[in-house]
């Protein structure tokens, strides 16, 4: 029923008295689909706001609106309503019409009828305040609970049924259509809700305006959820493969690239993963190779193939990036529509450089084994399971020139008789071969091999292979030994010739087990007093340690205790040369040169000990005449020492002349690229500014050089002196530091100093102080990888109740190893001389660096660790600092301002073997 304006105003009107409903027109309850006495007694809230739902009311006691309102159908109606007071205090009277044409059902159908089919969701919002006034039962289902039923959701904003809708993106999007009046559309948005969880929708907002003015929106809403979390465990699937995957559409647009095939790009191309075209790669310079290394044109790329509908399996193609070669197997399937068309194409790639570089090792070490077998000295043939000689090495072909690869076991043996070695004859089934098939292992087996040219001794092998306990194969293989039987019988008949010897040799010789029982003795030992067929515990039990011959001395006099003994040594494992052992005897002296060794096994036990000993006396006699002798050239040893000293001296005189002679030509050549720099550095190329840089810079590295050398002379020469005066110690160490820092930072190294003294001043020599610094930040630079630390530490110290102070280099460098600490002090000393360039040095500067710290009454101390880094420590005396508790200014200090004029280029001298 559709009420206007021209209905009569008491047919459709309500009457408030004091905030309750008193009266409603009959005409009014029938538009609203109620019975009166449902409404009558209601409060006005309750009538207008809860159960009618109206938006808005007039304001004031009197006035005009425009709204909606719900049947009791939740049918919204848009009204005109009139406020009007009675005359009677607190009674009004509410005129309330339809506005004619209003209805959206009547000016929307095709709406209506797709709201009610609920293939979608639809819900129609009001503009602006976004009130839920119409919605099918599929837009409802969108809402959380209570909101999914249509009582709790018509005619409430919908901000209060979508939790954390307020500053959302989504709300973002009901703006825009409000402000633009275009559609806005959005697809998979997500949304949390407090049962279902994450669910994902797509929704398009359709702005309807009257006049020119976006009224209501009309929200669309499908859930696509299913599809979503299809499609994205899909995703997982695929991106969780061990194979690269690639769907290509009928242009040649890449449509899904799995994560695999992403990881193939980025690390053996210089594409990123964004390759979206097929082509691309090829544009970008990429370049593919088949399995002999050919360049891959891109028409025979398996991925343009597959869209010519041709299917391919597992092609090899190769790439290759940053000198490394990538191998790949590439399957590619085509998808055809109904008509036949190509649709889709499916490429799906396996990195198969590992197979590819197991399968070349495999072919290798074939080859190898190949060649192994093919070159043993052993003739080596293998037999089928029915007989038959499938392989036959060089050495076999040419021991049986009769054998080929047709024969069998039968004719192998053919023109042969088989012996024993004491001549017994072997028939040919008891043979190694014939036995082998038989399923016996024979091990180095000796046999004699007659025909009617040679006599032959063999050594042979023969094991049967089998699979599932079944024989598959006999592997044989024997070794000509005919004169390795030859040479035992010669080294039998040495050893009996060697027993003579021994029996007629002037040394003693005793060779025992480790229980000391003599398995050799030749000639019997005075010392020992040891007969043929005794042991040492024999002789033990007849010399006990007390007994006076037991009494062995060295040759100093000293007496020697029986482990020290050539025979006890041997027993623990140790050899003895040439030791010399005395003894008396009836009042003689006699001297006997021992050696002894002892005869191990493969795990390093002790097996039998060897010793022999030769009497020296009359030679000690000779020895004692020639002791003078010994002392006169020990005198002229010392005048040939004192010779060597006074040309050592020499040449530490020439050393510094022609050291010093260099000076000149270095001082020319840095005045001369200085001059360079000044006048011509805006007409050089960059080139020419480049070589005067490294001219410039060696040119430093030599001044370094000369300059150290001319040092450690004068400091040898005993011609340095120490030019101490107070100086702030701490101020000097911060602006050496400071002055470095750009340096540091083109080598990516962090320098930080640490101090808890404002200023600090004591008596020493600046110069000095200043080379012993930087040379120590120098090295620590050297070593210290970019992205590493230096850390410099002023502080004084307390040592052994004298107050020092201490100055510590700490850098995160390679360390030194610990038997390496001490020598990197010595002249010349290096750790290692492996270094690369930007490492090298000439070995002098840490020495240099402890002379001048000598110098300076100090000590120079190191700790370092392998791949920690190392500290090295300065300790200076703490002597004849003034007083004052402030740092002097530099305006105020002449030699702050000497010192700050000269810092510049000492650091360029001494840190110019830094390379970047």
């Known amino acids: 029923m559709i009420v206007d304006d021209r209905v009569d105003k008491q047919e459709q009107s309500v009457v408030e008295d004091k905030g309750i409903i008193t009266d409603i027109s009959n005409c009014f309850c029938e538009y609203l689909d109620y019975d009166k006495s449902e409404l009558i007694g209601k409060t006005r809230d309750q009538f207008f706001f809860q159960l009618l739902r109206m938006n808005k009311l007039p304001d004031g006691s009197t006035g005009t609106s425009e709204g909606f309102l719900f049947t009791r159908k939740l049918d919204v109606r848009n009204v005109r309503i009139r406020r009007n007071e009675s005359g009677i205090s607190g009674r009004f009277e509410y005129n ?90 959005e697809k998979e948005y997500e949304h949390i809700g407090f049962q279902r969880g994450m669910t994902y929708w797509n929704s398009i907002i359709t702005p309807l305006a009257e006049d020119g003015t976006v009224k209501y ?66 544009q970008a310079g990429e370049l593919y190779y088949d399995s002999s290394e050919n360049p891959l044109p891109l028409d025979e790329f398996p991925a343009v193939q597959v869209l010519k509908g041709e299917r391919t399996k597992n092609k090899r193609v190769l790439m290759k990036y940053n000198e490394q070669t990538t191998y790949f197997n590439v399957d590619a399937d085509p998808v055809f529509d109904e008509n036949g068309e190509i649709q889709l194409g499916i490429i799906l790639c396996r990195d198969v450089t590992e197979q590819v570089r197991r399968e070349t090792l495999i072919k290798e070490q074939k080859e190898e084994l190949e060649a192994i077998i093919e070159n043993m000295n052993d003739a080596f043939a293998i037999f089928s399971r029915e007989g038959r000689v499938i392989k036959l090495n060089a050495e076999a072909r040419k021991l049986h020139p009769h054998l080929t690869l047709e024969h069998t076991i039968h004719s192998s043996h053919e023109g042969y008789t088989y012996y024993d070695l004491n001549d017994n004859p072997i028939c040919i089934e008891n043979t190694p071969t014939r036995r082998a098939f038989r399923g016996e292992a024979v091990r180095n087996e000796r046999i004699i091999l007659k025909n009617s040219r040679e006599r032959i001794v063999l050594e042979a092998n023969a094991v049967p292979v089998f699979h599932d306990q079944k024989l598959i194969s006999v592997v044989v293989s024997h070794r000509v030994i005919t004169r390795m039987v030859e040479y035992e019988e010669e080294i039998r008949r040495q050893k009996e010739l060697l027993e003579v010897i021994l029996s007629n040799l002037r040394e003693s010789i005793y060779v025992f087990d480790q229980d000391l029982n003599a398995l050799v003795l030749k000639n019997s030992v005075r010392m020992l007093n040891l007969q043929a067929g005794q042991g040492m515990n024999e002789m033990n039990s007849m010399h006990p340690q007390s007994d006076p011959f037991y009494k062995h001395y060295h040759l100093d006099g000293s007496s020697m205790k029986l482990e020290d003994t050539a025979i006890y040594r041997a027993v623990n494992g140790k050899a003895t040369e040439n030791q010399t052992v005395c003894f008396q005897e009836n009042g003689r002296k006699y001297c006997y040169l021992v050696n002894g060794k002892p005869i191990l096994d493969q795990e390093g036990k002790f097996l039998y000990g060897i010793t022999s000993a030769m009497e020296i006396s009359d030679l000690m006699n000779s020895q004692l005449e020639l002791r003078d002798a010994k002392e006169k050239l020990l005198d002229l040893e010392h005048e040939k020492n004192q010779v060597l000293m006074n040309a050592m001296k020499q040449k530490d005189e020439f050393l510094y002349l022609i050291t010093h002679e260099f000076k000149t030509p270095l001082a020319v050549i840095l005045s001369a690229l200085q001059t360079i720099d000044l006048l011509c550095k805006d007409q050089m190329p960059l080139v020419a500014e480049k070589y005067l840089k490294k001219i410039k810079q060696n040119t430093f590295r030599q001044i370094r050089l000369v300059g150290n050398l001319l040092d450690i002379t004068r400091i040898n020469s005993g011609f340095v002196t120490n030019n101490d005066e107070v100086y702030d110690i701490v101020h000097m160490t911060r602006s050496i530091i400071e002055s470095i820092q750009s340096i540091a930072q083109q080598k990516g190294v962090t320098v930080t100093f640490a101090t808890a003294l404002s200023n600090y001043e004591i008596c020493f020599d600046e110069e000095k102080y200043e080379r012993i610094l930087l040379n120590l930040l120098s090295n620590a630079l050297k070593f210290t990888e970019p992205g590493n630390d230096i850390w410099v530490e002023l502080r004084k110290k307390m040592i052994a109740g004298v107050q020092r102070v201490s100055v510590s280099v700490k850098d995160s460098g390679i360390g030194i190893p610990a038997d390496k600490q001490a020598y990197i002090f010595e002249r010349f000393g290096q750790v290692n001389t492996s270094f690369s360039r930007q490492a090298e040095g000439t070995g002098i500067g840490l020495y240099l660096v402890k002379l001048f710290v000598s110098a300076m009454g100090g000590e120079i101390k190191l700790k370092s660790e392998i791949g920690k880094g190392s500290t090295f420590t300065v300790l200076l005396p703490d002597r004849g600092r003034s007083r004052a508790e402030h740092q002097p200014k530099a305006s105020e200090s002449p030699k702050v301002l000497n010192y700050n004029e000269r810092l510049t280029q000492e650091i360029e001298i001494q840190l110019s073997d830094i390379y970047f």
């Open 217 to 282: 929106l009309v929200v669309t809403a499908s859930d696509v959820t299913d599809q979503v979390v299809d499609r994205r465990q899909m995703e997982v699937i695929l991106d969780n493969m061990s194979d690269g995957l690639a769907v290509l559409d009928r242009s040649g647009s890449y449509i899904k690239v799995n994560k695999k095939l992403r990881e193939y790009i980025r690390n053996i191309t210089k594409l990123d993963d964004a390759v979206d075209k097929l082509g691309k790669s090829y």
């Open 96 to 185: 309330i019409s339809e506005i004619p044409n209003s209805r959206l059902e009547e000016n929307n159908g095709y709406l209506e009828q797709l709201s009610l089919s609920n293939v979608i969701g639809i819900g129609i919002l009001s503009v602006p305040d976004l009130i839920l006034i119409k919605a099918n039962e599929t837009y409802l289902n969108f809402l959380e609970p209570p909101y999914h039923e249509r009582s709790n959701s018509i005619g409430k904003p919908i901000k209060d049924m979508i939790p954390g809708l307020c500053g959302s993106r989504f709300e973002g999007f009901y703006e825009k259509a409000i402000c633009t009046g275009k559609v806005i559309s």
